[in-house]
């Protein structure tokens, strides 16, 4: 059972340069979500997708893409990594509309030298 | 804005004890709230998911409970083990999102 899988768990950038974190889920949820955590922090929404073909900001979206490429996949895209953005970034997944049960990934350990 | 508290933010037990985690939030509206368990270097694991109609969930040695007029909730742990130790994290689910607290560092020694 896979759940939700993310990709790569870890990456060092430097500043400027761009990548982008793929997140896949195999459990045919509708709500997908990208939080980042930080010490001190806690877990914070970049973005989120309620559903196929639509993207919503989150908390914290500055400096971030994010792409419902379809119902599986959910990508978030750094275009030009900041020093700010180091942090543990998590994908997970929801079912049932707004109310289900809520699923996370690994998680995504990013430093931006 | 929807805001979360969870305290204490650290608490050590010895083997066998019963325990109470507490997590607050400031706006009723909610949708459901859901406690997870987070291992270090890890992500997070779902533990128990109370709807906004419901009082209390239950699983295993687990008892979460909710009461939306007070803002407060409960994770109990009984006869507590120290493969019990993680951070324990409680997420508020308005509409599409949720909200989460900064989490308790449980730490139960044999």
């Known amino acids: 059972n896979a759940g939700v899988t993310q990709t790569p768990k870890f990456q060092v950038l430097k500043t400027g340069q761009s990548m982008t974190l793929q997140c896949a889920q195999d459990m045919n949820h509708n709500s997908m979500y990208w939080y980042r955590q930080d010490p001190g922090m806690g877990l914070r929404l970049i973005y989120y997708s309620a559903s196929e073909g639509t993207t919503d900001k989150g908390e914290v979206p500055n400096g971030y893409n994010v792409s419902r490429l379809n119902k599986r996949e959910f990508s978030l895209r750094l275009e030009s990594a900041a020093p700010s953005q180091t942090s543990v970034y998590f994908c997970?997944?929801?079912?049932?509309?707004?109310?289900?049960?809520?699923?996370f990934g690994e998680g995504s350990r990013l430093t931006v030298l | 804005k929807q805001e979360v508290t969870q305290i204490p933010a650290a608490l050590s037990v010895p083997e066998g004890e019963n325990l109470v985690l507490n997590c607050s939030f400031t706006?009723?509206?909610?949708?459901?709230l859901q406690w997870f368990r987070q291992d270090p270097g890890k992500g997070l694991t779902s533990l128990l998911l109370i709807q906004s109609s419901q009082r209390e969930q239950t699983s295993g040695r687990l008892n979460a409970s909710l009461d939306k007029s007070s803002g407060r909730s409960t994770l109990y742990i009984a006869a507590s083990q120290p493969g019990d130790s993680a951070t324990y994290l409680c997420a508020l689910g308005s509409n599409y999102k949720l909200t989460f607290g900064k989490g308790t560092l449980l730490t139960v020694n044999p």
């Open positions: 997970a997944s929801r079912g049932q509309g707004n109310t289900g049960e809520l699923f």
């Open positions: 706006d009723s509206a909610i949708y459901n």
